[in-house]
């Protein structure tokens, strides 16, 4: 190992955190397949930064559970608050994400942060915010009591973490209308909520709410009670009035994020109604004893009574008073099959009717149909009446949970691709590809760059981009001239085969022209030259002579003509640039005038024939040979067939000792209990890559992603190269990596000027919020540099 680093900065701004320093296995590398240091590379120590405040101003936690029998996962909370003492006020702004579209209903759940805002909220004068009573440490169970469902929540505070921020996870489970699914506008209003000391250790809060639900009002009653370790003696304000105010919640449907901001001040009132002070400075409740509201038996409960009635006795309603119950006590005069309804003073007659029937609104016979008999349907979905009784059914891509319809998770059966990633919808799934936008799935599976696709690329205008691994390029469509990177392309018919000119051509807008050497003319075609010379010619050996007689002009001006014995002959060397002699005339060489080849070009009579590297043959997105399927080629146990440019290799992609294998080119370590508690890596993935030669250097070649092995992406990830090793060709450190944004970008260090295989071990590490590691994965990754720049 190399010496230690120096040591990073304190993970926390305040309280106790963790510092890291590491060491590099490079004194000197392993080489020739040695083996790795021994030892730890990363060493770590306990820092403290400073003292933490006294009340958190930031605050973490989880949300899971279920809401109208269905469970929407685990949701993260995040919230910050922010104090106004000139206003004497607090204001908390939160967000929860992972909020699948189907309950947005969430929106209205205020009580989801109620012990936020109330452990948050400014101290004015006596009054007293909920870290003064339990220093962050407290269960919290809360009631909420819409029109017919009832909607539970538990609140576990753990205190503060090392940066002073307040920890709490939330179980939520029950029932909400589920009106409120539904896209009409959710009004939240203000409200007061108040908290009253009702024993050591013991806090009991309530409020009422309405709320606005397109246009209509929608009550809401909150009931919670807080438990935590009290002292012996009663610490601030028996009771305290918290102004809940300023409520507004978005939801975005596209990151599947609630935001909230609430506004909240504390005040200090006298005992609330149906309270009253008792000998030990509490509020106690105990309406019976006060106002002796019933007509017979009086029970106290928290916040309120009931009243009770002796046998055969009835309790109305309106009058808490009891009346004689003659139903109960068999002296009504209704008939066997009828059945006994008692009413205030009196009692009603009404048909018996069998499970699954009702009497009518005359009570004299029997009706049913459950589907419609109220104006909310019994079942979630669709409702089947039956003789009797009713069938519930669900639509497709739900299943049937009594009478309600849960979703089926598709992704749960792998019904996606292997290269795809599973989105479950409501009654449905998406496949969408695994590479982040910007990047293209290579066909090996890794993701690649494509600068064409994220825009980064430079070319302009009729430019068409190319995306090439490692890299792009900017060209012309076929007929027309690029003038460089940035600018528009031109109609080049200069550059077509063959030549439209015998001597010269120069491109001009929209078309070309033919120029002619000095002393010689543009014939009427406007492509050729000819010239005029006097003597005794005589051609083809005959005694036929010819006064005057055009002649083929070479592109230095001089006639293409050579005489011997007074016979005309053409050579190889007399042709001009871009003609060769074949039969003793000067053809057009369109493998010197185009270079139209990528590798070599061979020149045939009035065409060309291009040539390819061994490995690769001629296509027209011109692709080296993938030998790996054409050829059918089958590698040893534990190994992988690499397609290279021009070529393959049978790679040993073994799976290490107490790993499993999941299909090439994946191994995972099965765990049951703490996976993420340390030891070896949970995954391990083989990655196979080919470039071409002259990328040049800080070019990004690979992005990595950490996924946990069922396929969850982990976020927060650190990425390393353990090793970096030459198995043939190329030597040196070649590659480099850095983070962003979770990612692992490998760039070059250099030009890839020569060929070879690089095999680089990679280390993900992901890192919790305090600073544990909680998932490991590693990959090796083969990258093939060819010999040739395609």
């Not at 699954?356 to 016979?365: D, E, L, V, W």
């Not at 349907?377 to 409702?383: E, G, N, Q, V």
């Not at 995954?683 to 070649?701: F, R």
């Amino acid at each position: 190992y190399s010496s230690w680093g120096e040591w990073s900065p304190c993970s926390s701004t305040c309280g106790q955190g963790f510092q890291e320093r590491n060491r590099l296995c490079n004194n000197p590398a392993p080489a020739n397949g040695g083996r790795a240091c021994g030892g730890p590379s990363t060493d770590s120590r306990k820092c403290q930064t400073g003292l933490c405040p006294e009340v958190p101003r930031k605050t973490r936690g989880s949300l899971i559970g279920m809401v109208n029998d269905r469970e929407f996962g685990v949701s993260f909370l995040e919230a910050n608050i922010t104090d106004d003492k000139e206003q004497g006020s607090s204001t908390l702004e939160a967000r929860l994400d992972n909020i699948p579209p189907a309950v947005p209903l969430l929106q209205v759940l205020v009580s989801v942060f109620t012990p936020i805002y109330w452990t948050t909220v400014l101290q004015n004068g006596a009054a007293r915010n909920g870290f003064s009573f339990t220093q962050g440490q407290f269960r919290q169970e809360s009631q909420l009591e819409f029109e017919t469902e009832i909607l539970r929540l538990t609140h576990v505070a753990r205190g503060l973490d090392s940066e002073g921020v307040l920890l709490i996870d939330i179980v939520i489970n029950g029932f909400v209308p589920p009106s409120l699914s539904s896209s009409s506008h959710l009004g939240l209003q203000d409200f007061d909520e108040s908290y009253v000391q009702t024993g050591q250790g013991q806090l009991y809060s309530w409020s009422s709410q309405t709320h606005q639900r397109a246009g209509s009002p929608m009550a809401l009653r909150c009931n919670h009670t807080i438990v935590y370790e009290g002292q012996d003696e009663r610490q601030g304000p028996v009771l305290q009035l918290l102004k809940v105010s300023g409520i507004n919640s978005v939801y975005s449907m596209f990151t599947l994020t609630l935001d909230f901001h609430i506004t909240t001040s504390l005040l200090v009132p006298t005992c609330p109604k149906g309270f009253s002070l008792d000998t030990a400075s509490y509020c106690a409740e105990d309406e019976c004893a006060l106002q002796s509201p019933c007509s017979h038996s009086c029970n106290n409960i928290l916040g309120g009574f009931t009243c009770a009635c002796p046998s055969g006795f009835t309790i109305s309603a309106e009058t808490n008073t009891c009346h004689i119950d003659e139903c109960s006590q068999g002296s009504h005069m209704c008939h066997y099959n009828q059945q006994c309804v008692n009413t205030v003073g009196t009692y009603r007659c009404q048909a018996k009717c069998g499970p699954g029937f009702k009497p009518s609104a005359t009570g004299t016979s029997c009706e049913v149909d459950e589907c419609q008999e109220s104006a909310v349907s019994p079942c979630h979905h669709k409702c089947l009446n039956t003789l009797g009784s009713y069938r519930c059914i669900c639509h497709p891509g739900y299943q049937s949970s009594g009478h309600r319809c849960i979703d089926i998770n598709e992704c749960m059966r792998n019904v996606c691709p292997a290269h795809q990633q599973c989105r479950n919808t409501d009654g449905g799934y998406q496949c969408f590809d695994s590479c982040p936008a910007g990047m293209t799935t290579a066909e090996n599976g890794v993701c690649a760059i494509d600068e064409c696709q994220d825009g980064s690329h430079m070319c302009r205008y009729s430019q068409i981009c190319q995306n090439t691994v490692g890299g792009y390029g900017c060209v012309c469509p076929r007929g027309y001239r690029s003038q460089g990177v940035g600018l528009p392309c031109l109609v080049d018919e200069c550059s077509q085969t063959p030549n439209p000119c015998a001597h010269q051509c120069r491109n001009v807008p929209g078309s070309f022209r033919c120029l002619c050497p000095p002393g010689t003319l543009l014939m009427g075609d406007g492509r050729s030259c000819a010239g005029l010379e006097r003597g005794q010619i005589f051609t083809n050996g005959t005694r036929v002579r010819a006064r005057l007689r055009p002649q083929l002009v070479s592109t230095l001006g001089r006639p293409i003509i050579s005489r011997s014995n007074g016979a005309s002959r053409i050579t190889r060397q007399s042709c001009p640039v871009g003609y060769t002699s074949r039969d003793g005339a000067c053809v057009v060489d369109e493998c010197l005038l185009k270079k139209p080849c990528q590798h070599k070009c061979r020149n045939t009579v009035g065409s060309f024939h291009c040539l390819c590297p061994p490995g690769y043959k001629l296509l027209p997105n011109g692709r080296s040979i993938d030998e790996c399927v054409e050829q059918g080629i089958q590698c040893g146990l534990s190994q992988m067939c690499f397609n290279t440019r021009g070529g393959y290799q049978c790679l040993d992609t073994p799976c290490p000792t107490s790993y499993q294998s999941a299909g090439r080119p994946t191994c995972f370590r099965p765990c049951s209990l703490d996976c993420a508690a340390g030891g070896s890596p949970l995954l391990l993935q083989y990655k196979l890559l080919t470039l071409p030669s002259g990328i040049p250097p800080n070019h990004n070649v690979v992005r990595l992603s950490a996924y946990s092995e069922s396929g969850v992406l982990q976020e927060r990830t650190s990425f390393t190269i353990l090793e970096q090793e030459s198995v043939t060709g190329v030597t040196g450190r070649v590659f480099d990596i850095r983070d962003e944004a979770g990612r692992g970008i490998i760039f070059t260090r250099r030009v890839l000027d020569r060929p070879g295989l690089m095999r680089l071990k990679v280390q993900a590490t992901t890192i919790s919020e305090h600073g544990r590691i909680t998932y490991q994965s590693i990959f090796i990754i083969y990258i093939s540099i060819s010999a040739y720049p395609y």
